[in-house]
């Protein structure tokens, strides 16, 4: 009996860890195109409010907000693979005004040139994901 009990402890114990692990996927997408999603989440660091990065998705173009600076790229996206990549990805060059922003532009560009998977999490967030980090985003009401 103490063997079960054991084997029972150990099995939610494992059970609780894995849903204290990192970002759970429920899906990829079935589309990006014409979607508007502004940042919640830079590798686990919340964004300066009203300075979210953003992103928006056409058919073959994407473009948005660093916090600073716009970003825009072509990109291509495979829905069955959840596999995306930014394939010429270029950034104004303005500067911050605000020095809180500089570090959090700095994570979002650096993840987003190393984006290789796009997926959406238990929340309807899209969350993506490279070698670089995450990046999370809530759908964007205004398209901002």
């Given at each position: 009996m103490t063997s079960r009990l054991v084997g029972g402890l150990?099995?939610?114990?494992?059970?609780?860890?894995?849903?204290?692990?990192?970002?759970?996927?429920?899906?990829?997408?079935?589309t990006l195109t014409n979607t508007a999603w502004r940042a919640v989440s830079i590798n686990g660091q919340r964004p300066v409010a009203g300075?979210?990065?953003?992103?928006?998705?056409?058919?073959?173009?994407?473009?948005?907000?660093?916090?600073?600076?716009?970003?825009?790229s072509p990109y291509t996206y495979d829905?069955?693979?959840?596999?995306?990549?930014?394939?010429?990805?270029?950034m104004t060059a303005r500067g911050c005004d605000a020095p809180a922003l500089e570090p959090i532009e700095k994570a979002f560009s650096d993840v987003l040139?190393?984006?290789?998977?796009?997926?959406?999490?238990?929340?309807?967030?899209?969350?993506?994901?490279?070698s670089a980090g995450d990046i999370v985003f809530a759908v964007d009401a205004v398209g901002g």
């Open positions: 150990l099995l939610v114990g494992a059970l609780l860890l894995a849903a204290c692990g990192p970002l759970t996927r429920e899906a990829h997408p079935a300075s979210e990065p953003t992103a928006r998705f056409m058919v073959t173009d994407a473009n948005g907000s660093g916090g600073c600076n716009d970003w825009f829905p069955s693979t959840g596999h995306i990549a930014f394939t010429q990805l270029a040139v190393a984006v290789t998977d796009a997926s959406i999490d238990p929340e309807g967030r899209l969350v993506l994901s490279g």
